[in-house]
């Protein structure tokens, strides 16, 4: 039999993982011993024994055998919450691609981007203790279903489909509680931008102190102290963005993933996880194993996909619980308004709408698709565009003659006059958020108008501000991005506008329609919460689309059918797998040279499994340069995860190979499974 050995992590610090050592796997171990398992072995000059986690097995040793120690033995204890996180990270890598590091970095409790809100500051918010609701039918027989499965010993993931203000939070919360009775945790994973203090006042006006609220922000003394809480069980309840997902606690029973379609559930650095697919993961994994309940109003294909094929369970909730019915929906042909000569931003219905909810002193929303929407600046002599001299974009025009790169952050001033031709007819053309801001204003000057987008929300607490201000109706107009669409419960306002529905329809990816229904669908949503009943406007180019079209009249299983037959026509997740293979380089031949020899790779490890999986590429991706690197990508198709995972290593083993050797210059990989942006 071949000697095994094994790479370890010594101590898993809060702090920070260091470099694997290697030991000898001793015989009589060799097959308890998995990657994630929990080993002793002797440390240091005085060899002392200490615990350490297995990264890795190979049956090569790094160096002379002779001078590697060998693992003790295993510690006999039960599985602690750090041997579940570390075979979570072990899955990670396989899955999403990654180094083991960067995988255990992103699971061990040590995120920067975590910050636990203080006692002092929940403090000031003024929780009082809430009584219990009765539930509803419809919430008693989700909450009822979900934890008799429990009971029963039915560990799955559950999908609870229901518009805002349906009441998807208190039978998150009736969960929790009976969770709590059987003496088992939750994670409550909430999207960044919806902690807000509404939410959280919720949740601790249930859990009191047995709740800790993870925020961005880094406080790193009171984070490890709310991770130290979950591990000693001393909380019962952790909520806060993807990162809670590897709270330490001892026996969680339940994982809810509410606003299961959003965007921000998914990782943007190595490994790309989502959060969905790892809680799924992750209750697997933990003791007893735990149940999964997605929350949305607007459920990902993914889960829609998986409650089809019968493998999620699925809860429906058809009712809201307050503000009234559900808000009248128009759609505005923005054709037929240029067309009869109206050249403003707002159609002649939703102008209408707005004079008429001033007049009565309701609030108005005016909902725009997208940040620095053409806001690019151009010549209308030459049509010279001003391109970032880093990346292949656009700059974008703001406030004050500056030209802005989205994407590295390039500065510059914009010009009086054209560069290239000298003409001094140099303009942006704006339909941004600032420009609808300013347009609005001139419109109505009496209106009091707040604008909420990435520029206005950079500062610490400016987005509670600004939402909190706006619920106080200390404003009648909110403009805003995608961020006042998610949900806010804003009693006053009675219209929404969504100005330019489709425009994400053009974003050249395989989800631009589902993002498109999602967006319109909770936008729409934000009319009508209280007394008054709510009218929405959306306004298009393509009216007859079904994305705007089913969106306008909420048919989400119609919605569902015509996109799950273009995924499948195409081969689109989740119909099937899409693995993007990013290669990055300083230089432009380099980098397109290396894809070529990837794909070279790609094709001959295919060889014989012809049809099983598709490879397209390498081309430059959509945008081709960022802050100077040049950037390439292969797409591997394939419905099989093993086989593109299988891959992923091929590459990952070659350029590991070629970087060794000096074959690889600069050229840098990565990996994005199923991914959710375009590249
Ligand atoms: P969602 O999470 O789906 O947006 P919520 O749970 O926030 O919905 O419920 C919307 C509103 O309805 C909240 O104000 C909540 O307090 C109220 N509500 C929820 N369930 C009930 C119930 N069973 N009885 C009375 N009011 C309820
Ligand atoms: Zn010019
Ligand atoms: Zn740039």
Excluded at 8 to 21: A, G, L, N, R, W
Aim: hydrophobic letters at 40%; charged letters at 25%.
């Amino acid at each position: 039999m071949r000697d095994l050995y094994a790479d370890v992590i010594v101590d898993i610090s809060h702090e920070k993982v260091d470099h694997p050592f290697t030991y000898r796997v001793p015989e009589a171990l060799a097959d308890t011993i998995r990657v994630g398992s929990p080993v002793l072995v002797p440390f240091g000059r005085g060899n002392n024994e200490r615990k350490a986690y297995v990264t890795g097995l190979s049956v090569t040793p790094p160096m002379d055998p002779s001078r590697i120690k060998e693992i003790t033995g295993i510690p006999d204890r039960d599985l602690p919450a750090e041997a579940v996180l570390v075979q979570l990270a072990a899955w990670m890598k396989h899955t999403y691609g990654s180094t083991m590091i960067a995988a255990l970095k992103t699971v061990l409790p040590a995120s920067r981007t975590v910050r636990v809100r203080t006692r002092k500051e929940e403090q000031a918010e003024p929780a009082a203790p809430a009584a219990p609701l009765s539930l509803s039918d419809e919430q008693e027989a989700a909450a009822s279903g979900i934890l008799a499965d429990f009971d029963a010993g039915i560990r799955k993931t559950y999908l609870l489909l229901g518009i805002t203000g349906s009441g998807k939070t208190e039978v998150y919360i009736r969960c929790i509680k009976e969770m709590i009775a059987r003496g088992k945790q939750a994670i409550v994973l909430i999207p960044e931008i919806a902690l807000s203090w509404q939410t959280l006042n919720r949740f601790t006006s249930h859990f009191g102190d047995r709740v800790a609220v993870m925020h961005s922000m880094l406080s790193k003394g009171e984070r490890f102290e709310h991770f130290d809480k979950a591990r000693r069980g001393e909380i019962d309840v952790i909520i806060g963005p993807r990162s809670a997902l590897f709270s330490p606690f001892p026996n969680p029973g339940l994982i809810i993933i509410d606003e299961e379609h959003e965007g921000s559930y998914k990782s943007e650095t190595m490994p790309k996880y989502h959060a969905r697919e790892t809680a799924e993961e992750l209750a697997r994994l933990v003791p007893g194993g735990a149940s999964v309940i997605l929350g949305s109003a607007t459920p990902s294909m993914e889960a829609m996909d998986r409650v089809q094929r019968g493998e999620y369970g699925f809860y429906r909730l058809t009712k809201r619980l307050t503000g009234g019915t559900l808000p009248g929906v128009e759609i505005v042909d923005l054709r037929e308004e240029l067309r009869s000569g109206n050249r403003t931003p707002f159609s002649r219905s939703l102008t209408k709408g707005i004079e008429e909810r001033l007049g009565r002193g309701e609030q108005v929303m005016l909902f725009i698709n997208r940040r620095g929407m053409a806001g690019f600046v151009s010549c209308r002599s030459c049509g010279h565009v001003f391109k970032c001299p880093h990346c292949d974009v656009s700059l974008s025009a703001h406030t004050g003659g500056r030209l802005v790169c989205h994407y590295c952050g390039h500065e510059e001033e914009q010009p009086a006059l054209c560069p290239k031709c000298g003409s001094k007819y140099v303009s942006s053309f704006r339909a941004g958020t600032e420009a609808i801001e300013e347009k609005i204003r001139r419109m109505y000057p009496a209106a009091r108008v707040l604008r909420m987008d990435a520029d206005t929300t950079r500062t610490k607490g400016s987005y509670d501000r600004i939402l909190s201000a706006f619920a106080k109706r200390e404003a009648d107009i909110l403009v805003g991005t995608q961020m006042i669409v998610k949900g806010h419960d804003f009693p006053g306002v009675t219209l929404v506008g969504i100005l330019a529905a489709d425009l994400s329809l053009n974003t050249g990816d395989y989800r631009a329609a589902e993002r498109t229904w999602q967006l319109i669908v909770q936008a729409a949503g934000r009319a009508g919460r209280g007394e008054a009943p709510g009218h929405v406007v959306i306004q298009t180019y393509q009216p007859e689309h079904y994305a705007v079209r089913l969106a306008a009249t909420q048919d989400i299983d119609a919605f569902c059918k015509e996109e799950m037959t273009y995924r499948r026509l195409l081969h689109y997740p989740p119909a099937s797998h899409l693995l993007a293979v990013q290669i990055y380089a300083k230089q432009a031949p380099s980098g397109e040279a290396y894809a070529a020899e990837l794909r070279t790779l790609f094709d001959g490890a295919l060889q014989d499994r012809n049809g099983d999986c598709t490879v397209i590429g390498p081309a430059p991706a959509a945008i081709g340069r960022i802050a100077d690197v040049y950037r390439f990508a292969i797409y591997l198709k394939c419905a099989d995860t093993e086989l593109l995972a299988s891959l992923k290593d091929l590459a990952e083993e070659r350029i590991n190979e070629d970087r060794a050797a000096g074959r690889a210059g600069d050229v840098l990989l990565q990996f994005d499974l199923d991914p959710l942006r375009g590249f």
